[in-house]
C-alpha cells in the first residue's frame, strides 16, 4: 500500500466550547491549525483528503477549498465525535485501502509519523495501525476500509474507541518518535503549550 490509497479523514465538526475559540481556525504561525493538518497530509503524499464539518461550517469552506480538498457536512454534530466519525467514513471510495482519522485538536503530529503507520500496515498485515509514544496510543490509527461500513451502522456505547476494542485481535501497535501524537488542545493551557511546541521546535 502507498500514500495515495488512504483517505485522511480530519474531523473538524464540534463546538470547540472548552477551548473558548474555534479550534480549526486558531493560528499555528501563519497558518491555522486546518492548514497545518491538511497540509500533513499532503506532505505524506496522502492526496485524498476530506474535512468533516458541521459547527461553523461556512467559516471553514474558504480554508478547505484552498486547499481544494473534499468536506463533508455532519448534520449531527451536535452527537458528538462518532457521529462525524461516521460522516466521515461513509463515503470512503471503494478504491481506497485504508483511513487515517484525526480529530482537529491534534495539529503537531509529523510526516514521518504517516508514513511510518503507512509501511507498517503494508508488511504486518493487521487492520488497525496506532501510533505509540513511549507505550502510549495516540492519533491517527490508519483503519483499514474494510472497517468502514461496521463503523457506520454502529449503535454500540462508548463510541469509536469501543468499536476498535471489539477489533483488537487485528491491531498493532507502532513505536513512533514523535510525542505530538498525544498532544491535543482542549483549553487555552493546551494551547499554549503546542504554540510554543511549534515556536521551539521543527515540527514537520
Known amino acids: 500500500m502507498k500514500p495515495h490509497d488512504t483517505t485522511a479523514?480530519?474531523?473538524?465538526?464540534?463546538?470547540?466550547?472548552r477551548m473558548g475559540a474555534f479550534k480549526p481556525l486558531l493560528r499555528l504561525g501563519r497558518q491555522t491549525v486546518l492548514d497545518r493538518i491538511i497540509g500533513l497530509f499532503r506532505s505524506a503524499g496522502v492526496e485524498d483528503v476530506r474535512v468533516v464539518?458541521?459547527?461553523?461550517?461556512?467559516?471553514?469552506?474558504?480554508?478547505?477549498?484552498?486547499?481544494d480538498v473534499g468536506w463533508i457536512f455532519n448534520e449531527n454534530y451536535r452527537d458528538g465525535m462518532i457521529a462525524s466519525v461516521k460522516a466521515g467514513v461513509a463515503g470512503i471510495g471503494a478504491d481506497r485501502e485504508a483511513f487515517f482519522l484525526l480529530p482537529v485538536d491534534i495539529p503537531l503530529v509529523r510526516t514521518h509519523t504517516l508514513l511510518q503507520l503507512i509501511e507498517?500496515?503494508?508488511?504486518?498485515?493487521?487492520?488497525?495501525?496506532?501510533?505509540?509514544?513511549?507505550?502510549?496510543?495516540?492519533?491517527p490509527p490508519l483503519i483499514s476500509a474494510r472497517y468502514a461500513k461496521e463503523i457506520v451502522r454502529w449503535t454500540g456505547s462508548?463510541?469509536?474507541?469501543?468499536?476498535?476494542?471489539?477489533?483488537?485481535?487485528?491491531?498493532v501497535n507502532v513505536a513512533v518518535e514523535d510525542e505530538h501524537i498525544l498532544l491535543d488542545m482542549d483549553t487555552q493551557a493546551d494551547y499554549e503549550i503546542i504554540l510554543q511546541r511549534w515556536?521551539?521546535?521543527d515540527v514537520s
Do not use: N
Request: with cysteine.
Open 199 to 201: 515556536a521551539a521546535h
Open 53 to 67: 464539518v458541521g459547527h461553523r461550517c461556512e467559516d471553514l469552506k474558504p480554508c478547505v477549498e484552498k486547499w
Open 120 to 139: 507498517a500496515y503494508r508488511s504486518r498485515g493487521s487492520g488497525i495501525v496506532y501510533p505509540t509514544f513511549r507505550g502510549k496510543r495516540g492519533h
Open 158 to 171: 462508548g463510541g469509536l474507541r469501543s468499536f476498535l476494542k471489539e477489533k483488537e485481535i487485528d491491531a
Open 9 to 17: 479523514i480530519v474531523l473538524s465538526a464540534g463546538y470547540s466550547s
